[in-house]
């Protein structure tokens, strides 16, 4: 039995509000349990400094990962650290995963994941949210748009998927999905798991933290993952609703 | 008139959300029309370094500000610049005036504004709720504690008075209270004003935006910023209801 | 009584020596007591990066200001902190308040406060001092220069006014004028008004320090700043003469 | 066929040189093919900052990597960035996921992995060859050594394992153990393996690069890497010969 | 002939000020023609970290080395550089050749040079300068001090030797004296010399500047600085007066 | 007798493998007894950004410097430092004078010297092999290249010499050439020499280490530098062999 209650396989409650702030096309505040994290995307119509030589660069999808300080106890510190680095790198690599850069056009999507409160799984939060937020900005693109090449812009053609992320791992040499901290802090095993709505992989980071596992556990926390997400990618496709355009 | 039909001598709503997260002793989500700060305050049981060396440090207040890059459109870079230092320092020093740090005892309390959405005003409305949150968390120090002097904590010494702040402004030649960002950016005067519950100035900072003013505009607005932080200060006042301590 | 015999509305004795050093155009070393700060201008014939995609970009003003580290016992570490940064950003708005940019044409002038001696007020000395070294740049410049827009460069067309300040405070409950760094560790209250040669307010920023303020004891400042602002005001029409531009 | 004759599940020749440079008790030269890594391990009497305050705080493990300017085309440039400082962390995780700090003593081992030259496969071959540092580190402990508990310190409680690590991928569609940069940049997943020497699983890291994957392309490539650190595990024990301590 | 009319050994006026601000005990304005630093040198009663754990630390001193922005044409960016980094090691390593530490005492001594005018020669007119403002922070110290060891502080024990330094140089293929900004910039050969006051070497940096130089060139120009550095002893000693302690 | 036994005019054995690594057209791994350094040149077809005005720019050459963490017992921390930047501007000025910028065309070619193990001399190995790399890189540049005016590119014009350094120093009162770090650190006078294969002087840097140093010791010094150069310009010349371009 889990310190909450929940079964191995069972997500902790989650809910998601779309348009939370205005200021920019997409915003979406997240939450899972006590893990809180708006995510927005603002929209630049520009391309990266590095693309800008190419003739039809098409466009980019960039994200930035952030703990208020106030998200934790004790009181994280404001600064870049090699953490939240690698996490930003992990949610960008995700996302970019199902974008098609060229039925993007020329643009520069940055999609930015504030942690308002921390209680574990911020990273695959920020994911499965971040990508509703990319969503609703490529949405709100006017279909009249033109794109390098001449042809018109389609949201429909800019997302080969959807993609959405959770977290497994073993406690109490127990496999357990959407771990919280508590849970998270005695943790054998790490893992963090990225797949597309139709059930493919994006990404798989398992990490032995204090124990070293065999080919059975890897085995049991994918299968764990794998029906997850298929949940989170329901709910994502529920949020949108109808103009859901993949 | 105004454009969003507001008197001179009108704030926007006011809302103010105690609790809004769990990890911190104090979270207070304030908004005024669109600009919405989320304030947490976080408690420390030591005292900065350059206090250490006391016999009887007292405590401490102080002060982060920042914007998250979804709050505003353009996307506003994540680095620290030369305008949140300067107004952290504002709210840091505008917190302090009203905390007697004996009272306090040798405990560090750090208040966390960021600012979710800008629409003008973040750094008025960051004091106003800055204070809700310190006020929370000191509330939340257990009233047998000992200070170091062999007193007993009483969280009714701490306040010699609560603190709100507002801006005001000259807009088309109009003295005007609380600016929304569209009425900033047109502003001729820009000023921002602290003031203690019992009406009497923490801190005044006025500046010619493209318009220098005489004693007679000068008079205007400090009248607007009296009346306005009357309303903020009974707000705050209600929002905390029975256990104020001031 | 002041503990250097000064009358609550005395300046401390002001000099002003033109043309210090000769690298740059503008040069003025100007001390008020024992303080002492050495102000250039700098003048550079492109516009900042942000303006360089306007069509008449017009000109711009910036201001550094620094203290020496043997300026001020025990020394001060060399590097930049919130509250240089603050003062230098005060010092850049007050003296952009009096220029026109279009008059000016697509230059850079920038202003550096070095201050060799520090007893309190060298922020407001700055911009008093900077002023003139700004204006002796601005006369540097040949009438045959064209502005973008084919009119000549004229610089009686560049100042709108003139500007200088001075601190107030509040110590011993006593009201008075320009204070040194004795009477300013011990103020109540601390305030900088920056205003124009003609008497109307450029920024007022006043601070409780330990001392909450009514209406009254703010009054009471405001009219020894104006009056210190006029003395001071001539004392920069006096230094620079017969070519006084305003 | 692999553009240089190996077979899926060939590793490249992997050289060892123990003991490269003197300054340091661990100095490890390894290459694969063209990819040249210099391990080195810096021992240190003291435990690090956030450990002193634990009454037997054991030792620690830490590493750094580094890629020089010159070991790849074109030049990198000298700076910490977000790749370098996850690549530093799995390193760092991986070796200490292996060792016991109480039976390693109050001392900190730095393993600073520098590479010469960079031809895919680094962060892997970092790992193998850092441990190879480590435990020459560790084997130059004097065993008369106490231990905070009174003990004797002994290096073969130290390790409770050797630790190695490589690359697998998915090449035109064709899982491929050891990617060197030509197959590296062509690569639709990327999959860092790391494991012990009997055979059970610290990390597994697998990115989709432009192509997500399905369950079965995850085992195969599982298969190759696991095949592949056996030999890398027996190379290990062959390098250090009889005073291996696992 | 020289640009200015100066023999090929012949030093630029040389001009002293002392006392020049009062936050320090040594405070030197020091001029060569168009070249002026102002040195400061501050007193803290203690020792730099590195020397804490010693058991008699001695003391130290060390120094620092800066341009004004406005002190050239154009304007130099305020931010550390090599260049800077360089010159301030040259002048620390300059003054402490003539320290006794144990006859200092446990005190740090920072010798601050900040040039307000450049025209050549900065960095050895601050050696020549640095001096006097270190010497005269000496001689501020009471002689009543203690020192670790239980003898009395004496300033006579604490210098072996004055230090005083010129630069040295070739222009047109004649070897010049003190050379100015307009012949340094036309130098093919650059050498900066720093000696005692009884003529020995402490300091010798000579670089080719687009013309390599064989001994003869070599030994010209140490000719030229030994009788360079004469001079300026003499004017260091007659600046201090009966008071010269060496 | 000099603690290895060397005589005072005795260099260290000298090593050096040419092409040690591929990425870069030149790469020279280079020791002197202990001290190993790994010289890398990297050619890239841009100047700096400070040439870019020019018409004919003509070429650039820099340099980097850095020590391993690992090449040195207590271990280094990766960090720019002064002394790194002071060694670095030194390389590049050394390198510098001996190239002709027009006859190298529109290129920067960047030195980076990554010492392996350090035994004192870095700086003047980091020179001697350094210009190896240099070399190397410009014979890599194919003959058919244009320059900007028209003319073929010739290596042989690129060189009006080779260059090499040596250390030499006083320790018990003896001038020594080529001190090891056992050496370095009781010499009381430290001192790097740069020549070219001529015996021209390019750069010499001496400093008093605790020891004052007169006429006669600079002398001893200068010739046991010259004597030592000569033999390490024939050890270069016979690196390269045939194609030897000067």
Redesign the interface.
């Known amino acids: 039995m889990r310190h909450d209650s929940r079964q191995p396989d069972q997500l902790r409650p989650i809910k998601v509000e779309r348009g939370y702030?205005?200021?920019?096309p997409g915003?979406i505040l997240i939450s899972a349990g006590?893990t809180?994290v708006?995510c927005?995307?603002?929209l630049?119509d520009s391309v990266p400094p590095w693309k800008k030589h190419e003739e039809n660069p098409g466009g980019w999808v960039t994200a930035?990962y952030?703990m208020?300080?106030?998200?934790?106890?004790?009181?994280k510190k404001?600064r870049a650290d090699?953490?939240s680095?690698?996490i930003q790198?992990l949610i960008g690599?995700s996302l970019r995963?199902v974008v098609d850069f060229d039925a993007l056009g020329p643009r520069t999507i940055?999609v930015?994941c504030?942690v308002?409160?921390?209680d574990g799984g911020t990273r695959t939060l920020s994911i499965t949210g971040g990508f509703l937020a990319l969503l609703d900005t490529v949405l709100s693109i006017p279909d009249t748009c033109e794109l390098a090449e001449g042809e018109i812009f389609d949201p429909k053609k800019v997302f080969s998927?959807s993609v959405a992320a959770v977290s497994v791992g073993v406690v109490n040499n127990q496999p357990v999905l959407d771990l919280d901290y508590i849970e998270d802090s005695t943790a054998g095993v790490d893992m963090n798991v990225v797949m597309?709505g139709s059930?493919?992989?994006?990404?798989?980071?398992?990490?032995?933290e204090?124990q070293?596992?065999?080919?059975g556990l890897?085995d049991a926390q994918?299968e764990l993952a794998t029906s997850g997400i298929q949940q989170l990618s329901a709910i994502q496709k529920e949020c949108i609703g109808e103009v859901w355009p993949i």
């Open positions: 702030t205005k200021a920019t915003s006590d809180v708006l927005t995307a603002s630049d930035e952030n208020l300080p106030g998200s934790t106890s004790p009181r404001r090699g953490r680095s690698e790198r690599r995963a940055t930015d504030d308002l409160q921390a998927n597309t059930g493919d992989f994006v990404e798989v980071q398992g990490t032995a204090g070293i596992f065999d080919r890897l994918l």
